[in-house]
């Protein structure tokens, strides 16, 4: 008989970019909703109108439609400083990070105690370049020019890219205590660090008052499953990639992890269903067939397992 398969280390990805995103949605000129549904938009009449246009495609996270009103607003105004720093944010978002360095070094030229541009820049270090530190030099700069708006969320997931994750968990819990308009935002990243140090029902804790808070987030109830997974709370964690699955029916992972669970409960038939979705949705992930092969193995379909 062939040994369990190890836990892949791709069980326990995230992708939080959104989150970081939302966060930073404050930091925009007012104007349009929280993740707003896009909408047709006036035609912009000058390169203020082409800014402000630019602004709301990014909350619509349209990026590549906000890279390109940007980029008219300078060309009719190359001294409009938002103009620059959110096409900065926005070329992060269609992965031009190295244009993105240029258009945040070109807006705080322009304003050097510009705070917002700083911050904006750390969140292009963060998730452009992964420089984490120098993210944190960014943010506290901001702070130093302007006390009143400190970016405890953004410095989380910066300490978080550099593994400190206890002061990663301060920062989260500061970012919660201040703002509670994002609240589950930042109690899910503090989860996600909990969890990094091993403390499981520390993270389970804060992962239910997301979902108190947000009942379809889907990344709360991905996390809390791994979590109660780590614990070896395997029929809890099966609800809750139930519950993430009908939330997100797209995300070969959650198919991949629920099928780990359901093999250590033996239900080797549910697991090879799991993985076999998994390999639908992403076949290009030889981890899939890894543990499906295994399971077919289990079950004595020796032909599929080797096949796999």
């Known amino acids: 008989m062939t040994t369990a398969p190890h836990q892949s280390p791709i069980r326990r990805s995230r992708c939080h970019a959104w989150v970081r995103y939302v966060l930073l949605l404050g930091l925009l000129p007012p104007g349009g909703p929280i993740l707003s549904t896009p909408k047709a938009l ?60 240029a258009d945040c070094r070109e807006g705080l030229r322009l304003d050097p105690a510009n705070s917002r541009g700083y911050i904006i ?36 997931n910066a300490r978080m890219g550099l593994k400190e994750y206890k002061a990663a968990i301060d920062d989260f819990t500061k970012a919660i205590e201040a703002d509670s308009d994002f609240k589950a935002h930042s109690q899910l990243r ?15 804790a804060d992962y ?45 992972m959650a198919y991949h992890n629920r099928g780990l669970s359901k093999l250590e409960l033996k239900d080797l038939n549910g697991a090879i269903a799991d993985y076999t979705k998994a390999i639908e949705l992403k076949p290009e992930n030889a981890d899939f067939f890894f543990a499906r092969g295994y399971a077919l193995d289990e079950i004595k379909d020796y032909r599929g397992a080797i096949a796999d």
């Open 42 to 101: 006036a035609e912009p009449l000058d390169a203020a109108g082409y800014t402000e246009r630019c602004a709301q495609r990014n909350r619509d996270q349209d990026w590549k439609g906000a890279v390109a009103d940007c980029s008219e607003a300078v060309r009719l105004n190359p001294a409009l400083v938002d103009a620059w720093l959110d096409r900065c944010w926005a070329r992060v978002g269609v992965g031009e990070a190295d244009k993105a360095v």
């Open 121 to 156: 820049q750390g969140y292009m270090k963060t998730e452009g370049l992964q420089d984490y530190r120098g993210a944190l030099a960014d943010y506290n700069k901001a702070i130093a020019l302007n006390p009143d708006v400190v970016p405890y969320h953004e410095m989380g």
């Open 190 to 204: 503090r989860g996600d660090a909990k969890a990094a140090l091993q403390d499981y029902q520390g993270a389970i």
């Open 208 to 252: 239910d008052q997301v979902i108190a808070l947000d009942p379809k987030n889907y990344l709360a109830y991905f996390n809390r499953a791994m979590a109660r997974s780590d614990l070896n709370n395997h029929r809890e964690d099966i609800a809750d990639y139930d519950k993430a699955i009908q939330l997100d029916s797209t995300d070969a």
